[in-house]
């Protein structure tokens, strides 16, 4: 199996800066979304740091489960960020969210910490493959209604690299690669505006992936681009 990638990151419309970080690594078959948070533009330094830090591992590590390799490499790079953070004064309490996706064989693994997404498209459905970090989330599980209850908290996430040393990834089981399905990582400035609905006629309609990136990407500002916004998309080819 090849994995091939493409991936645009947006300011969005309300932001003055971006602190999105994301990574394609096509010939380690690695792909990352990170979504930083912090005073003094702490967030860019930490989500760049875990990218950074998880390409590095990754690169530095051949053979053997490349998922738990890479969900290693998300605790190191959590370390990492509250090293710098300790360092640093002004990026004290600086984070980020993470998702990735690493090939492993026929398989794919994920990883994520926080509430950036992954999605995969098969057969023109759509299926989310990570369940968010936050309270929304937690509390409200898929329920519809609570989450509209909820939805002044929609913000506020429970884990997050950078602000534990005992932040712990969440690690899909493998997922097989199938030829022509496409994987979509995210942060929430996309999934936080654009409904799934909408993400599917867009994936489904554009077949070049960096065009398809900047229509996703387009579609959240027309939504109000309320916060940065990244997106990687992910085809598997035969």
Do not use: F, W
């Not at 948070?37 to 702490?42: E, K, L, R, T």
């Not at 984070?95 to 064989?105: D, E």
């Amino acid at each position: 199996m090849k994995l091939v990638g493409a991936g645009l990151s947006d300011v969005g419309r309300e932001r003055d800066h971006n602190e999105d970080s994301y990574a394609l690594e096509d010939a380690l078959g690695l792909y990352i979304v990170c979504d930083g948070m912090g005073g003094h533009q702490a967030g860019e330094v930490a989500s760049a740091l875990a990218i950074a830090t998880v390409v590095e591992y990754v690169r530095d590590r051949e053979g053997g489960d490349r998922t738990g390799v890479l969900s290693d490499a998300v605790r190191q790079a959590n370390a990492r960020v509250i090293e710098e953070g300790n360092r640093n004064r002004r990026r004290k309490g600086m984070g980020s969210t993470l998702v990735a996706m690493i090939q492993n064989g026929d398989h794919a693994g994920i990883v994520h910490v926080g509430d950036s997404r992954c999605y995969q498209l098969r057969g023109g459905v759509l299926r989310r493959m990570t369940r968010d970090h936050s309270l929304i989330e937690e509390l409200a599980g898929d329920d519809p209604i609570a989450h509209a209850a909820l939805g002044g908290y929609s913000n506020v996430i429970t884990r997050a690299i950078g602000t534990s040393p005992d932040t712990e990834p969440s690690v899909r089981d493998p997922e097989s690669l199938v030829p022509g399905d496409l994987y979509l990582l995210c942060s929430d400035g996309l999934s936080g505006v654009v409904k799934e609905q909408e993400m599917t006629r867009i994936l489904t309609r554009q077949p070049d992936l960096e065009l398809c990136c900047r229509e996703l990407i387009q579609a959240a500002n027309d939504g109000g681009g309320p916060d940065n916004i990244s997106t990687v998309l992910v085809r598997v080819d035969g």
